[in-house]
Nanobody, 124 residues
Framework: QVQLAESGGGLVQAGGSLRLSCAAS????????MGWFRQAPGKEREFVAA????????NYADSVKGRFTISRDNTKRLAYLQMNSLKPEDTAIYYC?????????????????WGQGTQVTVSS
């Protein structure tokens, strides 16, 4: 089992920045990477970014490319999502997830482990 806990959400004005953290514990050696997803009210959960625990592979949704950066600290089993130039449409609950980092890294079904989520609200 893998346990995930997000932190760092909050309220920020448009154009501002936030950094989300995801702490992983348990059998993390069984996973290949981490992903961030978000879900806005009335919308489906969508992929934001993904990273492998090893190597330099990262992936981003088109909507956040150039504004968000995913990173990790393997020794601490932490994953981060640095969010800059935030827009009101980035408002959502953000979830971190752990999985095998397969070819379908952008699909929520690729991740068996999920955190509880952290709210990000961007005011205009």
């Amino acid at each position: 089992q893998v346990q995930l806990a997000e932190s760092g959400g909050g309220l920020v004005q448009a154009g501002g920045s936030l950094r989300l953290s995801c702490a992983a514990s348990g059998s993390t050696f069984s996973t290949g990477g981490m992903g961030w997803f978000r879900q806005a009210p009335g919308k489906e959960r969508e992929f934001v970014a993904a990273i492998k625990w090893s190597g330099y592979n990262t992936n981003y949704a088109d909507s956040v490319k150039g504004r968000f950066t995913i990173s990790r600290d393997n020794t601490k089993r932490l994953a981060y999502l640095q969010m800059n130039s935030l827009k009101p449409e980035d408002t959502a609950i953000y979830y971190c997830a752990a999985g095998s980092y397969s070819a379908n890294f952008y699909e929520s079904t690729a991740y068996p482990y999920w955190g509880q989520g952290t709210q990000v609200t961007v005011s205009s």
